[in-house]
């Protein structure tokens, strides 16, 4: 059964950084895309960025562009999402999934960026 187990949300300052992961189980990890999305209130599901699964090539949307940075450990199973100089615009609940995503999403982890 495919999971994803995101961590690390909360409320924090525009300005401020917050680093999310997610563990991930089910499949073959190593061998496998991965991307975080993202859901603010009211709006679809939006892909933010994705990295390779030998994590060489890496994309964004140009809303982070140059803000977050995604990054993978194999031997954990964890893709890791570092998120600079947030903005109130990146308020939204976060996930993980393959790209391109399987049907089950985990619970997704809240990021608030409020003053």
């Known amino acids: 059964q495919v999971q994803f187990v995101e961590s690390g949300g909360g409320l924090v300052r525009p300005g401020g950084s917050l680093t999310l992961s997610c563990v991930a189980s089910?499949?073959?990890?190593?061998?496998?895309?991965m991307s975080w999305y993202r859901q603010a209130p009211g709006k679809e599901r939006e892909l933010v960025g994705h990295i390779t699964y030998y994590g060489r090539d890496l994309a964004y949307a140009n809303s982070v562009k140059g803000r977050f940075t995604i990054s993978r450990d194999n031997d954990k199973n964890t893709v890791y999402l570092q998120m600079n100089n947030l903005k109130p615009d990146d308020t939204a609940v976060y996930f993980c999934n393959t790209n391109p995503p399987q049907d089950d999403w985990g619970q997704g982890i809240q990021v608030t960026v409020s003053s």
């Open positions: 089910g499949f073959t990890f190593s061998d496998t895309a």
